[in-house]
């Protein structure tokens, strides 16, 4: 039922800024907490940023001052503005949402991921 649809990953130089979307469907993006995550070759997945259904948000040390994370509720996006991009930003990079559930813990799902890479 929920559908979570990255875009925007690409190649970019040292330095550069790239903007990651996330469509969502089958949940509304304002009543979930969102995130982006990434996962680099031979490591783990890495939380990078997150936002509470409220509003507050949370960013990985790593990524504190470059990376912003967003959403627009009207159009049911979830956005990822990174800047000052450098080749340890490598990564595939996946949107998350917690739907939230009667009696239980929210569940999470996730995109399938878009490539960014970083290089000269």
């Known amino acids: 039922q929920v559908q979570l649809v990255e875009s925007g990953g690409d190649l970019v130089q040292p330095g550069g800024s790239l903007r990651l979307s996330c469509a969502a469907s089958g949940s509304a993006v304002g009543y979930s907490a969102v995130a982006w995550h990434r996962q680099a070759p031979g490591k783990a997945r890495q939380l990078v940023a997150s936002m509470t259904s409220g509003g507050a948000t949370g960013y990985a040390d790593s990524v504190e001052g470059r990376f912003t994370i967003s959403r627009d509720n009207a159009k049911n996006m979830i956005y990822l503005q990174m800047n000052s991009l450098n080749s340890e930003d490598t990564a595939v990079y996946y949107c998350?949402?917690?739907?939230?559930?009667?009696?239980?813990?929210?569940?999470?799902?996730w995109g399938q991921g878009t490539q960014v890479t970083v290089s000269s």
């Open positions: 998350s949402l917690d739907r939230p559930r009667l009696g239980r813990n929210p569940q999470r799902y």
